[in-house]
């Protein structure tokens, strides 16, 4: 579960300074599925990589099942990181001198796993998503949508607790999109994890059952449990 209390971030530029997030207040728990939209340069990637200790808040806490990622050494975040938080962006971000299969791969290597284990769950992973046949494939010998995919049995071959999207189908075609959404719901039933995600396509907002809107740093939620 996610705790975050009056979460601010600042950057600074010379003289001025953007309050990308401020004042957030936000709880998340196990198992939530959370879709965060709100207009450009709203704060909705720096909430995410709050989120994920992939960055510092400037201010506030960010806790994650008790310990304040905001307060964590570099080392231990990178831990934390690696082991719970699964990661998929608008851009793939696949090696791609990599096939789909080492790509998988490279996400267990912080977790220590053998080499063995680490082909064994790799393959595991991309044929849950539908890839079992292009193991070896490399990534500009893939779609966008198959790309993804790859993307997301990356983030998820670790097991982890929470999978965070940033706009996981921005650059994928309508087809394309509701395969990756599918796969995304899927996985997240199927693994009980909690699942944020960021996104600007309105049909997908719409039937979310939980939906924060950040406006110019700062957080409202919204509970559809009408529709
Ligand atoms: N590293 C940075 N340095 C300076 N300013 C930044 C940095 N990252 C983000 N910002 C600023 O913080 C604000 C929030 O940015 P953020 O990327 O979180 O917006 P967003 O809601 O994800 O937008 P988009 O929908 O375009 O992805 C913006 O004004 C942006 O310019
Ligand atoms: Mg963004």
Same mark, same amino acid.
């Given at each position: ?50 989120? $994920? ?30 082991? !719970? ?16 299969? *080492? !790509? ?12 063995? *284990? ?11 998503? $539908?890839?079992?046949?292009?193991? $070896? ?6 779609? $966008? ?25 921005? !650059? ?12 995304? *719901? ?37 509970? !559809?449990?009408?529709?």
């Amino acid at each position: 579960m996610y705790e975050l209390r009056n979460v601010t971030k600042r950057y600074t530029r010379g003289k001025e300074t953007v309050h990308a997030l401020d004042g957030v207040d936000l709880t998340i728990p196990d198992g939530d599925r959370l879709v965060i939209q709100g207009p450009t340069g709203g704060g909705k990637s720096t909430l995410l990589q709050m989120l $994920g200790g992939l960055d510092r808040p400037s201010s506030g806490e960010v806790v994650l099942d008790g310990t304040d990622l905001a307060k964590l050494s570099e080392a231990k975040l990178t831990r934390v990181r690696s082991a !719970n938080i699964g990661f998929v962006f608008q851009s793939f971000n696949l090696i791609p001198t990599l096939t789909a299969q *080492e !790509n998988v791969e490279t996400a267990l290597v912080p977790l220590g796993a053998k080499a063995k *284990e680490r082909r064994e769950r790799a393959a595991e992973a991309l044929k849950s998503v $539908g890839l079992g046949e292009r193991l $070896g494939h490399l990534p500009s010998e893939m779609s $966008g949508g198959q790309q993804q995919r790859v993307a997301i049995a990356r983030a998820l071959v670790k097991q982890p607790k929470v999978l965070l999207a940033d706009e996981p189908t921005g !650059n994928l075609d309508e087809s394309m999109r509701d395969e990756i959404m599918e796969v995304l *719901e899927r996985m997240w039933k199927e693994l009980g994890l909690t699942f944020i995600m960021v996104t600007h396509d309105s049909s997908i907002a719409k039937k979310a059952p939980r939906l924060a809107t950040i406006r110019k740093g700062k957080l409202s939620v919204t509970e !559809n449990t009408g529709r």
